[in-house]
């Protein structure tokens, strides 16, 4: 059986933590800031992590499942 290849796209956005979470970037912080009250722009500053059942696919297309 041939290897799983890991998913490029994927890999550039997320990292995978010690505890098995996916950190990723923020969405809706790309352009458009001025629009958006300073309160949202410094949240959306912040890395967040996924922690759902969708994790451990997203992992898996990572190549670590």
Known sequence: ???MKTHKGLQKRVKVTANGKIKHKSGNAG??????????CRSLRQGRTLNNPVVKK???????G
């Open 1 to 3: 059986m041939p290897k």
């Open 31 to 40: 352009h458009l800031m001025s629009g958006k009250s300073s309160n949202r």
């Open 58 to 64: 997203m992992v898996a297309a990572l190549g670590g």
